[in-house]
């Protein structure tokens, strides 16, 4: 069973427009939730936590959703340098490590 | 902000041979150090989770005899793999985690293994 699921892609978008991602979890345990990039050959870099109220950073907006367990982002008006991988991690709190889903790819097109 | 830095970047060794790699944590304690692998297009998996000075819990299907972790200190960590075969070509990340609040967990730059 697949613990962190996500939509493998590749979405392609045309720049200015927005897109959402989906991830879901089966641990209904999970505390922390995190979406990470992930560019080409290179290691993940954190973009964003989500928290339980939603929370916004420019233009990315993550949701967290307990009862349905799934998490969200949104990319308003994207760039071609949002053309990457992006992870889904969910964890168990700090030192417990993190389980990966297997990342969206996100093309960008001009 | 916190800095992972791993060592090798690229590596390339000869089938049976060993190799080390290395991940320090340049400006924090890392009181625990995960060790992941990326084959293409796949997601990280956890190998093993590291606390210092003790020994590492490797995750299922993860030989501990073949990928040997030590983390001596609170800023190392060395992952080596012994007797390595072209199968365990790959893309290994560390990263850390540790005296400092909040739950971020922070990520070496990764090194790239071909067994040749």
């Known amino acids: 069973r697949k613990e962190v699921e996500q939509d493998p892609g590749p979405f392609n978008v045309p720049e200015g427009a927005t897109v959402a991602f989906n991830c879901t979890y089966s641990?209904?345990?999970?505390?922390?939730f995190f979406w990470y990039r992930q560019d080409c050959r290179k290691e993940p870099k954190l973009l964003m936590s989500?928290?339980?109220s939603g929370n916004e950073d420019g233009r990315f907006t993550a949701q967290l959703n307990r009862a349905s367990q799934y998490i969200s982002l949104l990319i308003r008006d994207s760039k071609l340098s949002d053309s990457a991988t992006y992870l889904c991690?969910?964890?168990?709190?700090?030192?417990?490590?993190?389980?990966f889903g297997k990342g969206t790819h996100l093309i960008i097109q001009p | 902000g916190a800095v992972v830095s791993q060592h090798p970047s690229r590596v390339i060794c000869k089938s049976g041979t060993s190799v080390k790699i290395e991940c320090r944590s340049l400006?924090?304690?890392?009181?625990?150090m995960f060790w992941y692998r990326q084959f293409p297009k796949q997601s990280l998996m956890l190998m093993a989770t590291?606390?210092?000075?003790?020994?590492?819990?490797?995750e299922q299907g993860v030989e501990k005899d073949k990928f040997l972790i030590n983390h001596a200190s609170l800023t190392l960590s060395t992952l080596t793999v012994t007797s390595a075969h072209p199968e365990d070509s790959s893309f290994y990340i560390c990263?850390?985690?540790?005296?400092?609040?909040?739950?971020?967990?922070?990520f070496g730059e990764g090194s790239w293994l071909t067994v040749v």
């Open positions: 590291s606390n210092e000075g003790s020994k590492a819990t490797y």
């Open positions: 641990n209904s345990a999970s505390q922390s």
């Open positions: 400006d924090f304690q890392a009181t625990t």
């Open positions: 991690v969910v964890s168990g709190g700090g030192a417990d490590g993190l389980t």
């Open positions: 989500v928290y339980s």
């Open positions: 990263s850390a985690a540790g005296d400092y609040s909040g739950n971020t967990i922070y």
